[in-house]
């Protein structure tokens, strides 16, 4: 699931999961810059719990760009999400359109 928010500037986002465990990411020459790593909770909810962003890309976006492309996911997959790390939280509070998928 590569391009969910595009940047001509920067990467696209992507997406892997493995089991319960997931991870959106932007790499740049094979190397990760940035995660937001999340676990599934049941089939209707999603666990935000890491974001980190390379020194290089602070300033740039990146964090709400992987937000971002945990929300397009959740509705597409018609999932609850519960951020449960500070930085992802955060943003949830100063977006008032992604509150259909905010987990109460």
């Known amino acids: 699931m590569r391009g969910i928010v ?23 020459d094979g190397k990760r810059l940035a995660t937001l790593t999340y676990s599934l909770a049941g089939q209707h909810r999603a666990i935000l719990d890491h974001t980190e962003v ?11 760009r992987l937000v971002e492309a945990a929300v397009r ?10 951020p449960l790390c500070p930085f992802a939280k ?14 109460r």
Do not use: C, N
Not at 73 to 82: G, T
């Open 90 to 103: 955060s943003v949830f509070d100063k977006t008032p359109a992604y509150q259909d998928v905010l987990l």
């Open 73 to 82: 996911w959740a509705r597409e997959e018609k999932k609850m999400i519960l």
């Open 6 to 28: 595009d940047r001509p500037d920067l990467p696209p986002i992507g997406r892997e999961q493995s089991g319960h465990r997931g991870v959106f990411f932007l790499e740049r």
């Open 54 to 64: 390379s020194d290089e890309l602070r300033g740039t976006g990146t964090g709400g």
